[in-house]
């Protein structure tokens, strides 16, 4: 009887390890402690879906913005060889930062997840969101492509702009690397929706934004945001700053 008992104990037990190694609970990967709750279907054929991320519109200013001030991987004198002020850049530096397909072994996508202080980035007191990391993460999960989605006529919708659905992520992903915090740069905090409206009125946001002459340039590195950004800060102008 005892040495039936044993034997069932094993089988049950063998059986217990069979169904969790073909079918039992999941374990997650190094880089799923952040949702992905940027929305639609991941892309991994290499079209160019709609649900796919974006590089020119959602990746880059958000980089640009937190990660390429001066003395930092900006082009003119990246630190560690790091450039991110473009897409050729990035990719093809002489330190490969991005596995495409693989977030956990991107040098990129390890450092926003980093827990100590010393290499952690962007470094304390600018962070990224939850959400910017899961996008970064999500973005080189689909291929990290060099995809521009910001001209399609079809997905830049400037009928009903508000600050909170259209305007507030724009200086999210775009501004407040600089623009935030105790000491915003030229004093200028556009995480304060008060300070964005008035910017937006005086013409100063959208001239900036689209590097227009008399204006300085923002973000300072790369080129100016795409078309359908800038029409989204004219839009929300126009319709009265709601």
């Not at 495409?100 to 962070?127: F, V």
């Amino acid at each position: 009887m005892l040495r039936r008992f044993v034997l069932l104990a094993l089988v049950s037990l063998v059986m217990s390890a069979c169904a969790d190694y073909i079918g039992g609970p999941y374990h997650p990967r190094d880089d799923d402690e952040y949702t992905d709750t940027t929305g639609g279907s991941v892309d991994t054929t290499g079209g160019d879906s709609d649900s796919a991320v974006c590089f020119t519109r959602d990746i880059l200013p958000m980089l640009i913005s937190n990660c390429t001030m001066a003395e930092c991987h900006d082009a003119i004198d990246p630190e560690e060889d790091v450039d991110l002020t473009s897409y050729t850049s990035i990719m093809q530096g002489s330190e490969r930062i991005v596995r495409a397909g693989n977030p956990a072994e991107s040098k990129l996508y390890r450092s926003l997840i980093e827990t100590d202080r010393d290499e952690i980035m962007p470094p304390p007191p600018r962070s990224l969101t939850a959400e910017q990391i899961a996008l970064v993460a999500r973005w080189i999960r689909e291929g990290a492509r060099n995809r521009d989605c910001s001209k399609d006529s079809a997905g830049c919708d400037t009928t009903n702009v508000t600050y909170t659905t259209h305007v507030q992520p724009i200086m999210q992903r775009s501004c407040t690397g600089c623009h935030s915090g105790t000491n915003p740069s030229a004093g200028i905090n556009l995480t304060d929706r008060t300070v964005v409206a008035t910017m937006a009125t005086s013409g100063r946001l959208y001239g900036s934004m689209a590097h227009l002459a008399g204006f300085a340039a923002m973000p300072p590195s790369g080129g100016k945001l795409d078309d359908c950004t800038l029409a989204t800060i004219q839009a929300w102008k126009q319709q009265g700053l709601r």
